[in-house]
């Protein structure tokens, strides 16, 4: 299988899922500090048969990648576009495996994603992402990016049982530098 996506920034890949990505995946995500930072939908224990559930509904997708580093897998992203009156924008998400935290690898695979999706997405005019609010690494990320803070969605989310707020980062197209992060 020829991959769809492959980008480079630096030692950080982002590319096509594979199926031989399950048990790294179970490794990296069984991990409740990353399960904390994300949706409900993500679960906790992280499994290989739940590596495995992602990696094949990845595969029928072209907007969902691993991020690699120096050959290890090292985490996720993925963007899904809005319907209907907001076609015109699309939400952003990612994590990376805690050993990589606090090495750019985030953000320099959402820099990868978001110039990849608005190059593909023509109609695309935004990307957004809704952190927690009680996750400052998230919202540096996003910043590094070059993502702006828009707002604060006020006890918008629940998360191990405490309401959250959550903010806005959102990039318009023609705020994306001609030189992605790296």
């Excluded at 090292?74 to 805690?98: L, N, P, T």
Aim: with cysteine; net charge positive; hydrophobic share 45%.
């Amino acid at each position: 299988m020829t991959p769809r996506v492959e980008l480079r920034a630096g030692s950080t890949w982002v590319r096509d899922w594979r199926k031989a990505d399950a048990r790294p995946l179970a490794l990296q995500a069984n991990d409740r500090r990353i399960w904390l930072g994300l949706r409900d939908a993500f679960p906790h224990p992280y499994g290989l048969e739940d590596a495995k559930r992602f990696i094949a509904m990845a595969l029928q997708r072209a907007t969902y990648f691993a991020i690699e580093v120096d050959g290890r897998l090292a985490g996720s992203i993925g963007y899904s576009q809005h319907s209907d009156v907001e076609r015109v924008g699309a939400e952003v998400g990612y994590w990376v495996g805690h050993e990589f935290w606090g090495r750019g690898v985030a953000t320099a695979a959402l820099g990868l994603v978001t110039a990849h999706a608005f190059r593909v997405n023509p109609e695309l005019r935004r990307m957004c992402a809704l952190p927690f609010a009680t996750n400052a690494a998230s919202a540096r990320v996003l910043v590094k990016a070059g993502y702006r803070l828009e707002g604060t969605l006020r006890q918008s989310a629940i998360k191990d049982g405490r309401v959250l707020d959550q903010w806005v980062y959102a990039i318009l197209r023609d705020e994306l530098s001609p030189h992605p992060v790296r």
